[in-house]
């Protein structure tokens, strides 16, 4: 059964600073995804990692994929205040089972 | 925006009632996820729908169910709401291929549903 691991769960940062959020699955997907969530908001896509070793950036975030640690991260560069949310990332089941797997999610608050 | 649109945005409704859920997809987009999202979790695979068929199903009982129209808009379905059943509901839409690609989900804004 496919699980996904996120943490830290909660993260309060200064701005400036850089962090990273791990997200761990348990058993072979073949994609990961990260969006974001504001609070009493949709989910916004970010990224989709497609391939061991894939990395995407945007802007001060930063994803990347090793499928063989069953490992993605999100690194945080120089975080601002506008960053504050809450992370998520999800592994694909496959078409087959056609869903995503999330994690709880990574609350991020950027403070001054 | 993603252009998958919800609603209705709230509800409120008490125990042992039925509720329907409205989700209209991004045009084009042949498959629909929902998905439930309780206070301070994750989402939660409800089920997805692919070309009017269900094509996938997560832990949720029978009183869950869906349809999709020829149109691609969707409709959740809960019978015999119980408390745990409050939550905010998310349909995702995805333009499903037959060449490999993302698969990307666009969600919705969601509605938020409270059992009393």
């Known amino acids: 059964e496919l699980k996904v691991e996120q943490n830290p769960l909660f993260l309060s940062m200064q701005e400036g600073k850089n962090y990273t959020i791990y997200c761990n699955y348990s058993t072979t997907s073949d994609r990961l995804y990260w969006y974001r969530q504001d609070p009493g908001k949709s989910l916004e896509s970010l990224f989709v990692l497609l391939s061991n070793g894939a990395v995407k950036q945007e802007g001060r975030l930063m994803a990347s994929l090793d499928t063989k640690a069953r490992l993605s991260t999100l690194h945080i560069t120089a975080a601002v205040h506008d960053l504050s949310a809450t992370y998520f990332c999800?592994?694909?089941?496959?078409?087959?089972?056609?869903?995503?797997?999330f994690g709880k999610g990574t609350k991020l608050s950027v403070k001054p | 925006e993603t252009g998958v649109t919800q609603s209705p945005t709230h509800l409120i409704k008490t125990r042992g009632q039925q509720v329907t859920l409205r989700c209209s997809s991004q045009s084009g987009h042949n498959t629909v996820s929902w998905y439930q999202q309780a206070l301070g979790q994750g989402p939660q695979f409800i089920f997805q729908y692919y070309r009017e068929e269900e094509n996938g199903r997560g832990n949720f009982p029978p009183r869950f169910s869906g349809l999709q129209f020829p149109n691609y808009s969707s409709e959740l379905n809960v019978n015999a709401l119980e408390l745990d059943d409050s939550a905010l509901y998310l349909c995702a839409s995805t333009l499903r291929q037959q060449a490999p690609s993302t698969d990307t989900q666009y969600f919705g804004p969601g509605t938020r549903l409270t059992v009393l």
């Open positions: 999800a592994a694909y089941r496959g078409r087959s089972q056609g869903n995503l797997i």
